[in-house]
Each structure stands twice: as C-alpha cells, then as structure tokens.
C-alpha cells in the first residue's frame, strides 16, 4: 500500500445552525487504501467529503476545517501536517477541481512550469527550461505553447499543463480532483487515456476524485465509493459495479445514464444526503434505502469484507447482499420510501 | 403534425476583435456559430440538440427563443416568423416560449421568495393579480412540490439543489407555454435526484403536450430525455436522426467519435478506442468544405473542396457526409 487512510475524521466549525452544533463532520471515520501502482476511483456526490479527505491528505484543508482524527499513512510513514508539506510537489502533487484557477493568468505556462521545478525542486534555469519541453512532450503539448498564457489554452490543454505540473518532480503518488469534470467528452477521453498513459510509464499510483461511475468504470482499477463523510463501499471496480453490495451503490448505478443500457428510465433515490451537522444515528443512507431495517437506524455500521476479500461494504444485510441486488433492479423498489424516512 | 418551430438556413455570426491588419484592410472577421442549420420540430415533439462547447447549440437556443437575431436566415414559430414579432405579438410569443436555465443555483434571485420568483413572469406578462396565487399552485403541482406551503416564503439557499431546480421548471410552466427549450436542464444535479429531474420533465411534457428542446453535452442523457437528436459540429449539423440510431447506428464519423467516447458505467464493457485525434478547430477560420474533414479518418478529396449538404439517407435520418453520397 502506498497510502492508507484510516479513520480519518474531518471537521469544519462553521456558525452553529438551529439543528447542529456549528460542527460539520465532513469526513466522519473514512478508511480506505491505494496500493502501489494501481488507479484507486474515490467516487460520491456533492458534499460526501471525497474532496475534503483528499484535500486532509494534501494538508491544505480549508482554514476552518481540521483534522480531528484518524490517520493517514504514506509510504509506511505517518503523515502529519508538518510532514506532508515537506512530501508535497516532490512526492504527493495534485491536480485541482479547476485548471483555470489553478494557473495563474499573469504568467506564461511555461514560467509557472520553471518555477515549480526551480523553487520546489533545485533544479538550475537552464535544467528547469529542458525539462519543461520534455514535461510538456510527456503531456501531449507542443513545446512552443509554453510562451502561451492560460487564457491561450482550451480547457483540455489546461488540464493537460495542470498535469504536466503535477508531474514535475516526479511524484509517486497523484491525487487528481474531477480533472475531466468540465471537459467535452472527446477531450476527456483523450485526458483519461493520457492519465492511464503516464500511470503506467511512469508507474504512479492515482487517487481520482469523481462524481462519475462511467469515468470509474473507463479508468480505475479500484473503487471507494463514499457518502455522507463515510466510505461505504470499496473494492476492485469490476466488482463494485457488477455486484454492488451496499443499497447506495445498487441506487446510483440505477440512476447513472447509460448509453448502452436497453433501460428506458433512470431510477432516483428518494430523499436527499443528510446534514452533516446533525447526522442521522445509524447508518446514514437508512432514511433513503429502500431495504432499512430497525436496526440499521443505530449504533454504526463497520465496513467489512464479505467472503471475498477485498469486496468490503457498510450493510448490516451484506449476508443478503444478492437478493438485495435482484430487488434493486426493479424500479418500484426504489418507489416505495424507506419507513424509516423520518426517523 | 404540423411544425411548431421551423428555422430555415439559419446563420449567426459574431464579430471578433479586429487585429491591426484586418483594420487597416478594412476587413470584418466573425465567427460563424451557426453556418446554414435547418430543420423543423413537430407541434407536441421534443428534440435534442447534442454538441462539444462552441459547436452553436447554446446560439441555437437562444435563437429560437428570439434572445438573439439571426444574421440571415428565418426562424418561424406556429407559421409567423420570429423576424417581424413586436409589441402584442412578441408579448404572445414571449407568453408561449420559456427558457429553463442551466443552473438551479444562479436561475433564481437570491432575494426573491420562491413565490415571487414563480409569480414574476406573471407579472411581467401582465395577468391579473388576483390569479396568480391559483396559477403558482398550479405550477407548484405540476413539478410535486407537495405541501406548497412549506416551500412559498423560502428563499433559494433553503432548498436543496433538486427543489430549486423544480421551482425553476415551475416558473418556467407557470404561463402555461407551448414551447419549452431546456439549456443543460440537469448537468448541475447530482446523479440520484438527476433522475427524478428527467422523469418529471418527461411528464410535464406528456401532460402539458409541450413542444421541447433539450440542448446538452451529454448524449448518454438524452437517450432518457427524447426521441430525436441533432448533433452539432461548428455551427452546423452533422446528423439528425432518432436517438437511437444515433446511439446504436451512428453514420457521420463525428458522431462514430462522440458515442465512442461517452463512458459507460460498466467495467466490463470492452474500450474501444477513439477513432478520430486532435481538437475542434478555432471557429474563425474552420476548414474547407468539411469542417470535421481535418479530424475525419475518411476524409476524400472531395471534402475539402465541397460542403456535404444534409441530406436524408433513410427514413427520418439525414446525415451531411460525402461517404453517404457516394
């Protein structure tokens, strides 16, 4: 493993609400683990914590968000905040949410490459300037782009420099956020080919931060699945999305478009994520699961592996997991609200 | 059915910056963001419109809702062209003709009320006060907003981003239109309330018997959405069919290259690889003939000197390619 997350707590203090404290726990009790080498998709909606936890990992939380628990272990070494920013850039880079924001618009590409490789890593002017064409060449960028501006370049080629940036100092692990989120789907699929392209000649390992199964399913070898701060299902992808065994997992694959699925309808889950504020006891998609049970509305549900073992989910009816998923093909099954809605 | 909407040879332009050279020369460069697009929509049909960014799916929207002038060409709507609409008549098709916009999140006024934002284009329009409340509930009920109550006097931030995009859709009913165009209706939306987004749109314009025009990135999307597609390469389109040949049995090499590339949720699903390289052209100076012809591993002769026109290669499928011509 070159990065394991265990029990990692993230929580940001924000005014307190009539509900809650004022404290959101945006990641509460998540583990998960990236083994050396292989492409690990970390997928959930808007607001489940992926972003936040790998943003936890990067030390570069928001100034009202803190650690407040669990560790993170990279390379066998535990990560504090302290040792993180000496890994960053040279060891761990990241590749943001948005490639605009994240190149600054008064200076050319090419100066923003250089300063990476001067500052951060020691490289001299002149070595900086010949390893930027080779990073640019390694990215698909022709070398003359690199007198260009941000605002010269497409949204690809942006992506495409934001990656070409991450990979300066040579890292061996790369945290990318929705790097293809706002790309058109030609281009992304020229970027998600590229990332496969470099993962393997340059054998890094990958977390990928996306709200996509599709963009999953095409890339990872490894799926996290998350929702509401808690990881709730994780295994190899094929696995994951042939034979989901947590209800959230069997619903998102119902409602996720599919351009060769003979289906006619997209089936939502009811209801919406619960606050984070004020989270409910118990597991926290009971309220939207069609398949709650009384007991799933307390205590907490551990993840735990089935009979295969690395096929790990957060049911505390994991043992019907394959009834569950024959019902959940059925759209009325997602019709019918949980009873336990309210509680 | 007759059609609703027609446009005919349809063209848009809009003037870029001039370089130094250009001025002096006396020249007008523009970007042609719709170079020559016609077809029809039925009265009660819905179509797609499916498209990279920049191909002029967004102009043709706003086009067809008369936000914006055509540089030649006409777009007509129940047999009146849009062209000459003023005063009362353009109040009628303003009546007729909504827009739901792309983002919940920024459509609504932060400050407005959820009534007063569904009753504004009441007011606008000119309708009688006293009809408003029973014309907001109305509209509250076609997107099941239940307990109407509940929802009136919030404010946009107090509603989760798949009421907010009901409300949009109720505002957008709330006149009781005939045509409804629909910019990326869901792409802010996570993937569980997405679905119940698409449904009830399904519903409304089955109930209502709406006219409806989708324009999306997302061709895995519109599969739920409608029946027929247009897909969009700079400014014109490259195929108009049924959606599922466009899905299943696509004939234009773009759209071989753009089904191709949508990912499905499905590991098991061999990857085929990308039949075309490199990226769209700049729109100021697109390639002859063919502009796909640069990318297009089919590419003649022919295609640089000619445009294909769009012509019907089978029942209710067209298709501007010269490999279909020949």
Known sequence: MILEVDDLQIHYSTRAGPSGSGVVRAVDGASFAVPEGRIVGLVGESGCGKTTAVRAIMGVLAENGRRAGGRVVFKQQALDEAATKKLLWRDIAYVPQSAMSSLDPVYTVGAQLVEVLTKRGNATGRAARARAVELFDLVGLSENRLRDYPHQFSGGMRQRAAIAIALALEPSLLLADEPVTALDVIVQRQILDMLRELQQRLRLSIVLVTHDISVVAYLCDDVVVMYAGQVIESGPVRDVLARPRHPYTMGLRNAFPDLLSDALELVPISGSPPDLADPPPGCRFAPRCPFALAACTTGTVAIASGSDRTHRSACLRDGEADQLRKAALDPETWLRSSSFATS | ?326
């Open chain 2, 1 to 326: 059915m007759a059609a609703l909407v027609q446009l005919r040879d349809v063209v848009k332009h809009f003037p870029v910056t001039r370089s130094l050279g250009e001025l002096v020369r006396g020249e007008h460069p523009a970007v042609r963001a719709l170079d020559g697009v016609s077809f029809d929509i039925g009265s009660g049909d819905a179509i797609a419109i499916v498209g990279e960014s920049g191909c002029g799916k967004t102009t043709l929207g706003r086009l067809m809702l008369k936000l914006t002038e055509p540089t030649t060409g006409t777009i007509a709507f129940d047999g009146t062209a849009l062209a000459g609409l003023a005063g009362e008549g353009l109040r009628g098709f303003r009546r007729q003709a909504q827009l739901v916009f792309q983002n919940p999140f920024d459509a609504l006024n932060p400050r407005f009320t959820i009534y007063r934002a569904v009753a504004e284009p009441l007011l606008n329009a000119g309708i009688d006060k006293a009809e408003h409340e029973d014309r907001v509930a109305a509209a509250f009920r076609r997107v099941h907003l239940a307990d109407l109550d509940r929802y009136l006097d919030k404010y946009p931030h107090q509603l989760s981003g798949g009421q907010l995009q009901r409300v949009v859709l109720a505002r957008a009913l709330v006149l009781a239109p005939r045509f409804l165009v629909a910019d990326e209706p869901v792409s802010m939306l996570d993937v569980s309330v997405r679905a119940g987004i698409l449904a009830l749109m399904r519903e409304v314009r089955d109930t209502m018997g709406l006219t409806a025009v989708y324009i999306s990135h997302d061709l895995a999307l519109v599969r739920y959405l409608c029946g027929r597609t247009l897909v969009m390469y700079l400014g014109r389109i490259v195929e108009d069919a049924p959606t599922d040949e466009i899905v299943r049995r696509p004939r234009h090499p773009y759209t071989q290259a753009l089904v191709a590339a949508v990912p499905v949720p499905d590991a098991d699903q061999p990857r085929v690889p990308l039949p075309i390289k490199g990226n769209v052209p700049d729109a100021r100076e697109p390639p002859s003939g063919c502009s796909f012809r640069d990318r297009c591993p089919h590419a003649m002769t022919r295609c640089a000197e000619v445009a294909p026109p769009l012509r019907e290669v089978a029942g209710g499928h067209r298709v501007a390619c010269h490999l279909e011509l020949a």
